[in-house]
């Protein structure tokens, strides 16, 4: 008896279909799938001492680098970005820093919120995939009263926070939440204008409003092993955090540098919207020299994230040493 001969027509068209479903699936296996584009949910932790630090990122900008920086020159720019395979407009990382201390949780600024588009305003739910809720955030520590430091604190005039002190330089508050100063300034939204002052003004009312703020003077001990530190030149009041456990150190240096790729190497390259740029290029020179010499840890909110490492002293600026990646324990 013929093979053909034991099948049915029925059971013929059954293994048609069979097979024509073999090939389609075949087919499905190599389909291409969709580009996921985002990238891993923007928290770096590790331990150091007994605190725990976790980056967080509020995103990324592409600025027009070689439109900011001054005492230097475009050609001078766009050469020292190409020697580290870079361009302008660079991608730029907007960096914040928890703290947690074991009895209390510590956020360094706050990113941007939705001041400045979709781009950034990620901090809140880097931190939730991070393993905590923004009301958990006992006390936060500002660098600065740039809106893309403290943009996070509100959303539409709600507080983001809502269990949170904030602890600024008086120095700065006052200078920022200063109608007066506001009056004298000229129109524009960078640096020293009236868009600066108005962005700090409305951002801070909801906290000023609720009594959560607390100004501290200069330098002080915010916490058990962390102080602040003067860091004027960025703008008047501006502060940075020394973190301190078991003998080990964190800087949190907030914004003395903006472009890790051309201010490390030549740390008098400032950028136009310094408060006074003069001031600030004294202030990075002297941080740089000390974080060198101290072969310090250090953390900043414009450096690639995670924004933390170490630098060493050249014959001509400083070197860049990255932290080495922990898997955290
Ligand atoms: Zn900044």
Redesign the pocket.
């Known amino acids: 008896m013929k093979y053909r001969d034991s099948l049915s027509s029925h059971q013929l068209l059954a293994l048609y279909i069979l097979l024509a479903l073999c090939l389609l699936l075949q087919c499905a296996a190599y389909a291409a799938a969709p580009l996921a584009r985002t990238s891993a949910p923007g928290f770096y932790r590790f331990m150091m001492g007994g605190f725990e630090i976790t980056a967080l990122n509020d995103g990324t900008l592409e600025l027009p680098v070689d439109q900011f920086l001054i005492n230097t020159t475009p050609q001078k720019i766009n050469d020292a970005l190409a020697a580290h395979y870079l361009e302008s407009p660079l991608e730029t990382s907007y960096n914040a820093f928890l703290i947690n201390t074991g009895t209390k949780l510590i956020l360094i600024d706050t990113g941007a919120g939705n001041i400045f588009g979709p781009r950034l305003g990620k901090l809140a739910a880097n931190m939730r995939a991070s393993g905590y809720t923004p009301s958990q955030v006992d006390e936060i520590y500002i660098t600065h009263m ?1 809106a ?2 403290i943009g996070g604190l509100t959303t539409d005039g709600e507080m983001n926070f809502s269990n949170a002190i904030i602890r600024a330089n008086r120095k700065e508050l006052d200078y920022w939440l200063s109608e007066a100063n506001m009056a004298k300034a000229p129109e524009g939204n960078r640096g020293d204008q009236k868009g600066t002052y108005r962005r700090a003004m409305t951002i801070m009312a909801p906290y000023v409003k609720a009594g959560r703020m607390r100004p501290f003077d200069g330098e002080a001990e915010l916490s058990p092993g962390i102080r602040a530190y003067q860091s004027a030149g960025h703008t008047p009041g501006h502060v940075g955090y020394m973190i301190e456990s078991q003998a080990n150190r964190l800087m949190v240096v907030g ?1 003395i540098i903006h472009v890790a790729a051309i201010q490390f190497q030549d740390p008098t390259v400032s950028v136009a919207f310094d408060s006074d740029s003069k001031q600030a290029e004294k202030e990075r020179l002297k941080e740089f020299t000390s974080i060198a010499d101290g072969k310090l840890l250090f953390a900043a ?2 450096i690639p994230f995670p924004g933390l490492g170490r630098l060493q002293a050249k014959p001509q600026g400083f070197q860049w040493v990255p932290i080495n990646y922990s898997a955290g324990k």
């Open positions: 740039h893309d430091h914004d909110a414009h």
